[in-house]
């Protein structure tokens, strides 16, 4: 069965950090490009980052760019999200995808909730 | 920014009935490259449709979906209970290159 489990949410103080990992199972990691999506309380989804199979090439959100850094490690199957000098907006459902023919997504996670706050 | 916009923000339908759901862009979706998810409180969301109008695996065929440019629909023939749930709309392009409708929420009357 094809799953993706993200971990690492929680409460943090603004300005603090926090590191996102998602476990993948199921298919072939390595050749799968992934995507973090967000949304916060009553808003839309918002993308945030993504990365492709080998992890040499990253996009971000210009919301997030230079705060957070997208990552993964394919021997472990594991995508992560390092996410610093954090701000209320960031409070959100942060959400591990699978991209699908580039454009699409084709696998959620079930979403691991971030709570930016003093 | 590609912003989608979704109507109506609600559906109230029965089961039987056939639901058609909008989303309109605010500049033309490149490629059609418009996807469709449902999403159910406490699960994953789940693709639907892709490319505007191509069926994920697995999704049944009461499910459709068409448009071009900046209209999309999304259609449901008939509706099944569990069926009740929230749609929502991604387009890739552009920059950001994802957006996402902000969702009809489709519940039964």
């Known amino acids: 069965e094809v799953q993706l489990l993200e971990s690492g949410g929680g409460l943090v103080q603004p300005g603090g950090s926090l590191r996102l990992s998602c476990a993948a199972s199921?298919?072939?990691?390595?050749?799968?490009?992934m995507r973090w999506v967000r949304q916060a309380p009553g808003k839309g989804l918002e993308w945030v980052s993504s990365?492709?199979?080998?992890?040499?090439?990253?996009y971000y959100a210009d919301s997030v760019k230079g705060r957070f850094t997208i990552s993964r490690d394919n021997s472990k199957n594991t995508l992560y999200l390092q996410m610093s000098s954090l701000r209320a907006e960031d409070t959100a459902v942060y959400y591990c995808?699978?991209?699908?023919?580039?454009?699409?997504?084709?696998?959620w996670g079930k979403g691991t909730t971030v709570s930016v706050s003093s | 920014e590609i912003v989608l916009t979704q109507s109506p923000g609600t559906l109230s339908l029965s089961p039987g009935e056939r639901a058609t759901l909008s989303c309109r862009a605010s500049?033309?979706?490149?490629?059609?490259?418009l996807a469709w998810y449902q999403h159910k409180p406490g699960q994953p969301p789940r693709l639907l449709i892709y490319?505007?109008?191509s069926r994920a695996t697995g999704i049944p065929d009461r499910f459709s979906g068409s448009g071009s440019g900046t209209d999309f629909t999304l259609t449901i023939s008939r509706l099944e209970p569990e069926d009740f749930a929230m749609y929502f709309c991604?387009?890739?392009?552009?920059?950001?290159?994802?957006?996402f409708g902000q969702g009809t929420r489709l519940e039964i009357k």
């Open positions: 995808t699978k991209i699908f023919l580039s454009y699409y997504i084709d696998v």
């Open positions: 199921g298919f072939t990691f390595s050749n799968s490009a």
């Open positions: 990365i492709n199979g080998p992890g040499d090439d990253t």
């Open positions: 500049q033309s979706v490149s490629n059609s490259y």
């Open positions: 490319a505007a109008s």
């Open positions: 991604q387009q890739y392009g552009g920059s950001p290159p994802i957006t």
